[in-house]
Each structure stands twice: as C-alpha cells, then as structure tokens.
C-alpha cells in the first residue's frame, strides 16, 4: 500500500495522475502544403477515379477522416502558427504573412516536450523566427526549394536567409529528403520517452515542381475538369470577378504551352497542365508518406502512435476557375484531416462534425494526457471517438482572412459556415494587414493588385442546394430570416474568439449595427 501511494504521487508529480507513463501516444503531426481535398482519393472528389493516394487512404481505412474541417485563415504562415497555439490569427499574432510568431506564445510542442515527450520539427516552417518548443529540428526556412534544398538544422545555426551560409544545401527531391530526415529523427530519438514529430511538406505549393520519377504521370490523357471551371461569376461580388489567380488569364507558368490560345482553351489548357504538375507532387507525398507508415510496421509503432495528416489549408484545383486560395469559399477553406490511433478511433470512422485548425493542438494534448491550458479557443475533439461520451460540439465555424489586396486582389473579409449555410462579409479594408504592411519598403505590385480600400459587401450561399456556391442569395427575400440569424450568430462569434475590431474604427463603425 506504501509503495502505490509513492507510485501516485510520483505519478501525481509528472502530471499523468491518470495514465500509465509508458500508455502516452506517440503523435506524428504530417502537414503538406497547399493539399486541396479531392487530390487525397479517399474524399471522393472529381479526381479520385483517376488519380489515387493508397497511403493517404490507408490513414482513412485504419483511422478517421473528417469531412468537415477547415483552416480559420487560408494563408501558409497564419495557418501554421492556429495549429501551433490552437488559436486565431486575432490571438497569436499572425495575420499576414509577414508576422513573427512571439516566443511568448504558448504551442502545443511546449506543453509536450515539459511534460515528457521528445518533440522534433522536421520540413518546411514558414515561420520567420527560430523553432521553440522541439528537442530537434530541420528546417526549411521559408518556402523552400523543390530540388536541392537548403536546410537549417538545431545546434548548426538559424538564419531568416539560410542561403546566407548558415543553411546546409541537400541533393534530391523535397519530399523524399524530407521524409528520410523524419526517418532519421524516429530512428534517432531517445527510445524511453514518447516522441512527437511534426512533419511538414513543401509539396504541393506552386510552383509545381515534381520528381522526375513521375514525370510521365498522366502524360497522355486528359484530366476530369471540376464542374466550375468555366464560372462566370455572376450573382457574386467583385472580389471574385477581379481576382488575379484565375487560370488562363493571370496563370503565367504556362505561356509556352498555352499562349497560342484564347478564352475557354486557354484556361482548358492550362488547367491540364496544371493539375498534371500539382498531382505529380502529391504522388511523391503519398508515396513517402507509405514510407513513415512502413517504418511504424516495421517496429512495432503502429499500434501507440497517433498519425495525422491534413493541409494548412485548401487550394482550387481549377474549380472557379482558379488556382491558389485566400477565399472562403469551400475548395481554399476546407482542408483534408485524417486520423489514425488504432488504441482510440475505430477503424473506417467517418466525421462530419466541424472541425478547424485551432482545435488540432487541443486534441492533441487531450490524447497526450495533457492539461488543456485555458487560453486556447479550439477544443479537443477525443470525445468523438469514445461511444460513452456525447460531446456538445459547435454548429459553426468563424473565418477571416486579413490580407486585404495584398496577393491576387482578393479583399479582406470574414465569415460563418454551418453545416447548412455560408455567409461572408468581404469587408474589403486594408486596416494595416493589406499590401503595404506587407511590403512596406517595396512598390512592388503582382498583377495589378488593387490596395486601396473597397466598398463592402456580402455573399451568403444555401450549401445544400448550392454545394458549388454558385448563387449568391445574400439579396433573395426567401432567406431573409436566415440571414440575419446567421448574421447574429457571425457576430456571437467574433465575440467569443474576440475578434470585434474596436481597434479599427473604420471596420468597427460600419459594422456596428450588427454587432449590437
Ligand atoms: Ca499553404
């Protein structure tokens, strides 16, 4: 009896009052870049007959897939930062892509490694100041090089320009020499203490560049074009009509190929060769990804390692008409999440609660046995997979994007999504996050980017009878009472992630009369 009480309070000391230390999870975090949902063939979108992801879809089978989770910003470096701190761009400070992350935010990877774990960072950062809170990393500093690339290492020098001297230059392709660092870190660590990795991809962020490997991947045929590619906007706002990521007409990788062409043949061109690049990419990634999960076969890690794989956020794949992100609209702010814990979620499980971002660092720790601290706003989802809970989950997601102008002339602006509807306020301000915060010293304008601030306005979508969002009814007298609950229920929300604009008068004046 002596002996038990000593054993609980050591327990007790250590935090894992209710866990044996040696049951902790190990936890691989994987993170591609740009992923959209119907490049991983498991979701079932326009490309899964003809394009398939067996590793990805083996992370599906084994584990979960959510069918509904989204990122809260569509933006690489604020995205990275919400599933560090399970926070909102409002809270932890990065807004654009051009913020430091504080080291005085608190991340999901410091409260591991205090209580325990070995935690590693392994690809692309994209997060300007040094990594905290990892035993080990390897890093790319910002976007990275496809082929060739230079790497950072801890203990060997951090710079914010590795190609200074400081970084360490790689002969091969990203994605492999990115997953043979991950190996090498699993096969590396101190064997007594649970582990976590964070392994993030470059691939597939344009520009594109595949593997020679898979450079006859889809030479000879053409690809299923999603059902919106030839959109022509009507019925919506201006934000989309004078975007400047729209293929065929802003699209300059391809001009080579494509530029004999006009109009709907242009875009029909150049989306072939597009997609074409993009899926190439994604081989590699699926391809390693089977690699990190052969390695947990091999020794006997399969069974107590939490795996994870998702996107910082979604990307079009033509549809709109469009390529890259930014929007809310579904194909830039939905993004793949998939789980596997084979102790925890029951194979096949199938999700479509909603999920965002800032919940994954939450989650995480919950399995981890970790307290929760307090100041995070997403919320662990490991009720989902236990039958003896019912977990009170949200009916509605909260989204800003705060890079007015700054990128293809997309205006800043945010919004709610339910499982029903979506309702956006492009409130189209610059407030200090546009173009000009962003290149502050520079007069540098990409393809006739628009900085000044616009007009407001909104668009609201019925995603049931609408899943493409086609038909703005933001103006239809059928939606009327919906609409203004939805517009209480946006405004309920950006109180709760506080997030009311009082520190922009401009924003806070018009909006007012909402937010009473
Ligand atoms: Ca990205």
Known sequence: MKNLKILSFILLLFGCSNKNFSERPNIIFIMSD???????????????????????????????????????????????????????????????????????????????????????????????????????????????????????????GWSPDPEDGTGVKYEGYVTDINTDFAIDFLDKRPKEKPFMMMLHYKAPHDEWEHSEKYSSLFEDIDLPEPETLYDDYSTRGYGIYENTQKIGENHTFYEEETGHLNGRAKKGAQYQTYIKKYLRCVASIDENIGRVLKYLDENNLTENTIVIYTSDQGFYLGEHGMYDKRFMYEESLQIPFLMRYPKKIKPGTINDDIISNVDFAPTILDFAGNKIPSDIQGKSFTGFFDDSINLNWRQSLYYRYWMHGAHFNIPGHYGIRTKDFKLIYFYAKGLGYSHERYYPSENWVYEGNEIKDSNDYWEMYDLINDPNELNNIYDNPNYKKIKEELKNQLFDLKKYYKDTDESFPELYTLTKKYSD
């Open 34 to 156: 740009d992923h959209a949902v119907p490049a991983v063939s498991s979701y079932n979108g326009f490309l899964s007959n003809v394009f398939k992801t067996p590793n990805l879809d083996r992370i599906a089978k084994e584990g979960a897939i959510f069918k509904n989770a989204y990122c809260t910003n569509s933006i690489c470096t604020p995205a990275r930062a919400s599933v560090l701190t399970g926070k909102y761009s409002n809270i932890n400070g990065v807004f654009t892509l051009n913020e430091k992350i504080s080291d005085s935010q608190n991340t999901f990877p410091k409260e591991l490694q205090k209580t325990g774990y070995y935690t590693g960072m392994i690809g692309k950062w994209h997060l300007h100041t040094e990594p905290k809170g990892f035993d080990y990393w390897k890093v790319m500093i910002g976007q990275g090089l496809y082929h060739n690339p230079i790497y950072c290492e801890m203990g060997k």
